[in-house]
C-alpha cells in the first residue's frame, strides 16, 4: 500500500509539473508577475526556483515524514486542511450512501417484484436519470425548486449562515450537535444535508436498484424461494428474509467502491452546494493549480479507494462463510 | 450457506433501540422552536448571533498574514483589524486621520512624517508606538509579499520617539500619503508578531500560520476564526480605543455565486451580498432589501501586444483601428447590462487627470481607412484570455463581443478562454497578441495606472506588451509625483492619460457600476476606493 501510495503521489507531482501552467499567479497575483522581487521572493518561498527533481525528491522525503507540503492558496499544511475537510466530506457521502443504499434495495425489491410491469420501467426510469444526470446540473434543479421556489429546504453550506457551527468533536456536524445537546443546529444540518446528499446519492440508488433487482430475479429462480413458496410463506417473508440476503451479497462490493468514487467525486456535489468538503477544496487546488493541494487529495482518494478494498473484501467474507480471509 | 426456511427473523431488541433513537433525535429536532434554530429557509433568526452581521461573498483571500495579504477580500479585512496610519473619508478623495492625527511633507515630497494618536492602543491594550509602524513597514517590504511595491520607495523609517514617525523616500512620491491610506500598510503589534514567529526577513519569517487564527492590529475588529473556503469570523475589539462598532461580531460567509447570494439576502440568512451581478439585481425587489448602483473605479481592458509571438502586425495603425472598431456603448451593454460606463484610458473615471476626457466611441469607417492605409485586409490574432467573471463582467461574452466588433473590419480574433494559471504561462513567455483583464486600484493616486499600464521600463505591461518603453511617460510621471499642488498633479496625470491613450495597447471596454445590496436595516452601506468596505461604519438600525 505504501508503494502504492508513493506511486500515485510520483505520477501526480510529475505530471502536474508538466502541465504548461504557472503557480506563481495564484501566489502571487496576476499583477506582480513582473514584478521580480516579489516573483523571485516567491519561487524561494514555494521551492519553484529548484528543478523539478530537486523539487519532486524534497517532496517524497517530507511525504515520508508525513509532511504533505503547505498549500500555495490556504497557506497551511495540506494534512491540516485535509483534516479540516475530511468530515465535512465524509459526512455528505455517508449521508448520500445510506440514501442510496435505502432506496435503491427498495426500488430493486420492488421492480423485482413487479418484474416488467409499470413500477419496474419507473424504477428503471428512475434508475437510469440518477445515473446519468450531471451532478450540478442535478444540483442546481433542485436547489432552484426545492430552495429558492419553494422555500422547503435550506440553500447551499452546512447550516445556516447564520448560526454557530457546533463544538468540534468529530467534525460531523450532525453528531457533534447531538452529543453537546444542540438540537437546532442538529435539524439545521440535517435540513441542509438533505439536497446535496439526496443529488450526489441519486446516482447509487441507480446502481444498487438495477444490481438488487437482477440479483433478486436470479434468487427468485432458486429452488429454495420455490420450496418458501410451496410451504405458504408470505411472500414479503420469502424475499425480505430469504432471497434479499442472498441478493445483496454482490452488492456489497459495489456499495464499498461507491463510497470511494463519493468520497473522491463529490467535486461537482460539493461546488455546487458550497460543501467546505474536499471536492470543493480539490476544484480550488486544480484552478489554481496549487500542487501540494493537488497532490493531497490525490493521495487521500488513493488511500480511501485501498481502504473500502480492503473493507468490502472483510465485509464480504463475514456476509458469505464460503469465503475465507487469508 | 444460506437459509432456506424458518420464522422471519425478530428484529432484536438492540436495533429496536437505536432506530428508535434515531426516530427520537429527528423528532427532537423537528420539534424545536424554528425560532432558536436558525436553519429553515426562510428563517433569518440565529441561534446564538442575532447580532452578528453576515455578509456574502465569494472570497479570494491569500493570506490573512498583514504583509503578505493581498485580495479584495484583503482589503475589507485589513481595514477592519489592521489600522492605517490615514483613513479615507466618504468622498473617496479625502484623506482623515486614523492612527496618525497629522502628517507633512517637504517641499520635494521625499520626506514624510507622522503624528501617532497617543492614545491609540492595540486589541491586547499595549500602546500604538512608531516601532510598530516602522516594523510593520519594514516586514511588508522585507516579505516582498504582493503589497510590497507600496513601500517600495521607502528609503529609511526613523522613530526619534514613540508618538513620531519619519519617512525618507529614495526619490519624490506624491502619492505617498494615498498609499499610507491603502489597507496593506496597516500597522500590527509588534511585540506580538514578534512573539509568534515574525520577522522581517523571508527565510526566517514563521508567522504566517498563526495570523490565519489569530491577529495582532488596533482596528475595531480582532480575528475570531477563519476556515478557507467557508467563512471568516470576525469580533468586536472591546479594547478599541475609537468609536466602538456596531456589530459584536462580523461573519463573511464563502458564498461564490450570485444568485445564491442573492436567495440568502432576500430569505435574510445575511445582511449584505456584495457580489450582485446586473442579471442577478434585476429582479431583486421587496421592502426588505435595498439595492443601491454606484460607480466603481473597477475595469476590465483589452490588451494589445505588438511584441508577443503572433501580435507583429499589431502596428501603431492596426491598433488604432482595433480601438474605433469596437462597439463601447454594445460592450457596457453585452457585459452588464448597460450597468456601467465606457473609460476613456486606463485611468479610470473620478480618478485624477480624467476630468473631461472623451469617452471612446465607434468610428467603423475610420477604422476600416486605417487598415486599407496600412496594408491590412485580412487579420487572424489569437485572443487567450482567463476564463473569468469579474465584478459581473464575464470575459467570454466581452470577447465574443470583440470579436463580433472586429470581424466588422476583417480582423478576425481566435478566442481562447484558459485558466488563469494557463494564461499567465502563456502571457510571460510567449506573450498574448490580445487579451482581456481587470484592475481594481490598490489606493486613491491615479499613479499607480501609470505604473502598472504605462510603457515605463520595466512596468507589468511593457513587459506583457514588449512595447518599447516611452521615455515622455516616465517624464511626467516623474514631474507628477513631485508635484505638491493636486490640480497641476490632475494636469500632468492627464497628460499620462492621454499618452496612455495614443498608445492604443491598453484599452478600457468597461468600467462596471457596484450594487450595494443589503437587508433594508443596514446603515451604511458604502463603496471605497481604499477598503472596499470598511465594516466599522455598518450598524443596524
Redesign the interface.
Known sequence: MPLLLLGIASIVFLVSRL?????????????????P??V???K??WGLDQSVFVQYFTYMKNLLHGDMGTSF?????VLS?LG??LPATLELTFCALSFGILFGIGLGVLAARRRNRLTDHVARLFALIGSSLPAFWAGLLV?YVF??KL???????R??????APDHITGFYTIDS?LTG???????????LVLPASVLGWGVVGIVSRLVRASLLDEFSME?VR??RA?G?RER?VVN??AL??ALLPTITIVAFTFAFLLTGAVLTETVF?W?GVG??AV?AS???DFPAIIGVTILGGVAFLITNLVSDIAYALAD??IRLS | ??????S??RISAGRRLAALAVVG??T???C??DS???????????????K?L?I?RGMDV??L?PS?A??DTCQIYMTAVYETLIGLDDDNTTLVPRLATAWESNAEQTEFTFTLDPTAKFADGSAVTSADVKYSWERLAG????A??LVGSIEAIDTPDDGTVKVTLSASNSAFLAQVNAGYLGIMNKKVAEANGATTD??TDKA??WF?ANSAGSGPYTLKSY????ELRLERNDAYWGAAPAFPEV?I?????AV?QR??LE?G??DIAMQISNDVAAGMSGSDVVVEQVPSFNFVYLALSPGAAGGEELTPEVREAIRLALDYDGLVDATVGGAGQPQASPIPNGFAGTDGLAAPKQDLAKAQDLLTAAGVTTLTLDATY?SLNVYGVDFSTAMQKVQTDLKAVGIELQLNPV??????????TDGIPVTM?Y?APDHTDSSQYVQ?FGMLE???WQ??TRADPVPEQADLLDQALAEQDPAARADLYQALANSMIADQLIIPVVNPNLFLASRSDIKGMHYSACCNLDLARLSRG
Open positions: 502541465t504548461p501552467a504557472d503557480p506563481l499567479v495564484s501566489i502571487v497575483g496576476e499583477r506582480n508577475l513582473n514584478n522581487e516579489v523571485a521572493a516567491a524561494a518561498r492558496t490556504t497557506r497551511r499544511p486542511d479540516d475537510r436547489l430552495y429558492a422555500g422547503w429546504l435550506p440553500g447551499p453550506g447550516i445556516n449562515p447564520r448560526a454557530t447531538l444542540d438540537f437546532a443546529t442538529f435539524k439545521d444540518s440535517v435540513l441542509h429454495y420450496v418458501a410451504m410463506l417473508t428474509t430469504h440476503r442472498n458550497s467546505p470543493s477544496y480550488s484552478r489554481k493549480l462463510p464460503r | 450457506m444460506a437459509r432456506v426456511v424458518g422471519p427473523q433525535a429527528f427532537i429536532a423537528a424545536s422552536s432558536d434554530s436558525g436553519s429553515s429557509a426562510g428563517d433569518s433568526s440565529g441561534s446564538s448571533s442575532d452578528a453576515v456574502a491569500n493570506s498574514d503578505r493581498y485580495c516579505l516582498q509579499g504582493s510590497s511595491y523571508p527565510t504566517e500560520e490565519l476556515a478557507a473556503g467557508a461573519i460567509k464563502e458564498t461564490p455565486q445564491t436567495q440568502q430569505e440568512s445575511v482567463p485558466e488563469i494559471s494557463v494564461w499567465a504561462d502563456k502571457i510571460t483583464l484592475f502598472y520595466g512596468s507589468q513587459g506583457w
